[in-house]
């Protein structure tokens, strides 16, 4: 078996695939900052069920998953190059993949080597923007999707950044704006963001990858996305699990980056490393 994480800025993704590079498990679950206890219940859960021997190719990914991964001494694989495995694996011949995540939204160009446009230094226009919003409406973020499904109206939001989407919003809640028209607005916003901000002149190609989990749980955005790039039904690559990509990709690289892995670890061993693991330091850095 090889097992991947997926360890981003909100959730946790875990995939786990036999042999024949088969998912026989996958998740996806909002940690919410209890990284160490939600990875060691997931860990728990995928030997106990998945693992007759308690043995697995394991490796760790994501923005938080580096700390988790040096504690366990276990593989790291940088999440973009995960992908990328993934979409080779996956959907041979694809030039371009939309990623959101809680709080980043990258564009990869896969022809020619690997072009990567990232929003480093603001959660604007990610799946954080989204709860952010979906609390102004005084919305479950979960079903901020249908608002936006029922919504007719467009209207200009900024998706660059939260606080200037809330300046926009206010005042048409004052003036009666339908919350569905405002949720599918939001959606706009972010495709808008998405597209100017981070393509930078770079043309995006069909067929697109649309992968992460507000592009997964909001069928919504991506019909919107679909929308202002002109793509047709034929043009959208919807992988199984597109919200675990990176986990997948993680998972399949294992055999690609470490090959002379001589013995699978058990998860046992993980887990008791991870007991024994010295405690982060508590600065920039180390968060």
């Known amino acids: 078996m090889r ?3 997926d360890i981003g800025s909100t959730t946790i993704k875990c ?6 590079g088969q998912i026989v498990y996958s ?3 909002r940690h919410f900052s209890h990284i160490l206890e939600k ?3 997931l860990l728990e859960k995928v030997a106990a069920e998945y693992l007759p021997d308690g043995r697995a190719y394991l490796a760790i990914s994501g923005s938080a998953g580096m700390g988790l991964a040096d504690s ?3 593989p790291f694989v940088q999440e973009v190059f995960a992908t990328r495995v993934a979409a080779n694996r996956l959907a041979p011949g694809t030039d371009c993949i939309i990623e959101l995540g809680g709080e980043d939204a990258k564009i990869l160009f896969l022809t020619n080597g690997t072009e990567v446009r990232m929003n480093g230094s603001c959660a604007g226009g990610t799946g954080a923007f989204i709860d952010e919003i979906a609390a102004l409406l005084n919305v479950p973020a979960d079903e901020f999707e249908q608002l936006a499904a029922r919504g007719k109206t467009v209207y200009s ?3 660059r950044c939260g606080v200037f989407a809330k300046t926009d919003i206010q005042p048409l809640l004052i003036q009666g704006a339908e919350r569905t028209d405002i949720a599918l607005s939001t959606f706009h916003a972010i495709a808008k963001q998405t597209i100017g901000g981070l393509s930078q002149g770079l043309e995006l190609t069909a067929p ?3 992968e992460g989990g507000p592009l997964t749980f909001n069928p919504t955005l991506v019909r919107v996305f679909a929308e202002r790039l002109h793509l047709t039904e034929q043009d959208i690559v919807r992988p199984e699990h597109p919200e675990t990509i990176v986990a997948r990709g993680t998972a399949i690289a294992v055999d690609e980056l470490f090959p002379g892995q001589q013995d699978a670890i058990t998860l046992a061993q993980a887990l008791e ?3 024994h693991a010295p405690a982060q330091p508590q600065d920039a850095a180390g968060t």
Do not use: M, Q, W
């Not at 995939?15 to 024949?20: E, F, G, K, R, Y």
């Open 27 to 29: 998740t996806y679950e």
């Open 157 to 159: 939001i900024s998706g």
């Open 208 to 210: 697109i990858i649309f």
């Open 273 to 275: 490393r991870l007991d």
């Open 3 to 5: 097992v991947g994480l």
């Open 39 to 41: 990875g060691r219940a």
């Open 15 to 20: 995939v786990v695939l036999n042999d024949a």
């Open 72 to 74: 366990c001494k276990v």
